[in-house]
C-alpha cells in the first residue's frame, strides 16, 4: 500500500492510472478501523481497480474539543490493517495540509443539517461537508463509499453532491455489527464493561421496533421505544425518532420505500448513534 501525506502526491499519482482507465474507489475516515470501515474497503475492491482509503480526524467537524482531542489515533495498526485488505493507497495528511487560516465554508444543506445529529452538534454537517468535498476534489473517485451507521451523513453528502454536481457516485454500504447487535463504532473502546452492556438497549430498541413495524402504528412505535430506553439501565436518550429515509422527514405515514428509525444516547462520557430501516426483512 502506498502511503501519501499531501494533496499534491496523491493527486499526481492518481492522475498517472486515471488514463489508463482504472476505476477508483475512495472511503473516507477518521481511523481507528475496525470491521465496519473494512467492509466500506471490501466494497470498494469489488466495485473498483484502485481503493483509496483516507485516515483524518477533521477538526471542522467536531463540535466538542475534548472529543477531538481524545479521538483514538491507533495509526500503526491502522495501516496494518489496511494492509491486510488489500487497500491500494492510504491519505494521511496533516491538518495544515487540508486547512488554512482562510478556509470558509458554508453550504446551504436544506435543514438537513439542523435536524437529529445536526441540531444536537451545531456545525458537524457543515465540518463534514467541508472535508468531504476538499477529498473528493483531491481523490476525483468514481465511487465513494459510505456506512448506514451514519445514515444522515450519507443523507447530506448526497444533497451536497447533487447541488454542487460533483461527479461520483455514493454507495451506502450495512452497519457492521458485534456479535450481541452493538454496532461497530470507533469509541467504543471507550465504554466501560458496564456500559458497553448497557449500550446494548439502543439495538434492541430498534430491533423491537422492527418487528412490531406491521403491527403498531409509527407513534407507538416511537412512544414504546422512547419508554423503554428511558427505563434502560445506564443510557441517557437523546433521540429516538422513525423518518422517511428518502425524504429525511418525520414518516407519517407507512408507505415510503424506507422507513428508518435512529436513535442517539449518551452512555456514559460516550455518544452512540445507531438506526434500522423498519420495512424490509
Ligand atoms: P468514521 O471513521 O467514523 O468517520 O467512519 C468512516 C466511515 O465508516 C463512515 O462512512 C461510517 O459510516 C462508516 N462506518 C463506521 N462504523 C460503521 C459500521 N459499524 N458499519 C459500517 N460502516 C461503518
New binding site residues.
Given amino acids: 500500500m502506498e502511503i501519501f501525506r499531501t494533496r499534491a502526491e496523491v493527486r499526481k499519482y492518481l492522475e498517472q492510472l486515471k488514463p489508463e482507465g482504472r476505476v477508483v474507489g475512495f472511503v473516507?475516515?477518521?481511523?481507528a478501523l475496525h470491521q465496519?470501515?473494512l467492509?466500506?474497503i471490501d466494497a470498494a475492491r469489488e466495485k473498483a481497480d484502485v481503493v483509496v482509503c483516507s485516515i483524518f480526524v477533521n477538526p471542522t467537524q467536531f463540535n466538542d474539543k475534548n472529543d477531538l482531542a481524545n479521538y483514538p489515533r491507533p495509526i500503526e495498526e491502522d495501516i496494518q490493517k489496511l494492509q491486510e485488505a488489500k487497500c491500494d493507497m492510504l491519505f494521511l495528511p496533516e491538518v495544515d495540509e487540508m486547512y488554512n487560516s482562510t478556509d470558509k465554508w458554508h453550504i446551504e444543506l436544506d435543514n438537513l443539517d439542523n435536524t437529529l445529529e445536526g441540531e444536537i452538534r451545531p456545525g458537524h454537517y457543515q465540518g463534514v461537508t467541508q472535508i468531504v468535498k476538499k477529498l473528493f476534489d483531491i481523490v476525483s473517485p468514481d465511487y465513494a463509499f459510505?456506512?448506514?451507521?451514519?445514515f444522515q451523513?450519507f443523507v447530506v453528502i448526497s444533497y451536497m453532491v447533487k447541488k454542487l454536481g460533483v461527479n461520483v457516485e455514493l454507495i451506502m454500504?450495512?452497519?457492521?455489527r458485534e456479535n450481541d447487535g452493538l454496532?461497530?463504532?470507533?469509541r467504543n473502546v471507550y465504554l466501560s464493561a458496564e456500559d458497553r452492556q448497557h449500550a446494548l438497549s439502543l439495538f434492541k430498541a430498534l430491533s423491537t421496533a422492527k418487528v412490531n413495524f406491521d403491527n403498531l402504528t409509527i407513534p407507538q412505535l416511537k412512544q414504546n421505544a422512547i419508554e423503554y430506553l428511558s427505563n434502560a439501565a445506564g443510557i441517557e436518550v437523546e433521540y429516538f425518532e422513525v423518518y422517511n429515509g428518502d425524504t429525511f422527514e418525520p414518516a407519517s405515514t407507512k408507505h415510503a420505500d424506507k422507513i428508518i428509525a435512529l436513535v442517539a444516547a449518551r452512555v456514559g462520557n460516550i455518544r452512540i448513534i445507531d438506526n434500522i430501516i423498519l420495512n424490509n426483512t
Fill in positions: 473516507p475516515t477518521m481511523g465496519g470501515h467492509s466500506l459510505f456506512g448506514q451507521k451514519d451523513q454500504c450495512p452497519i457492521v454496532a461497530m463504532s470507533s
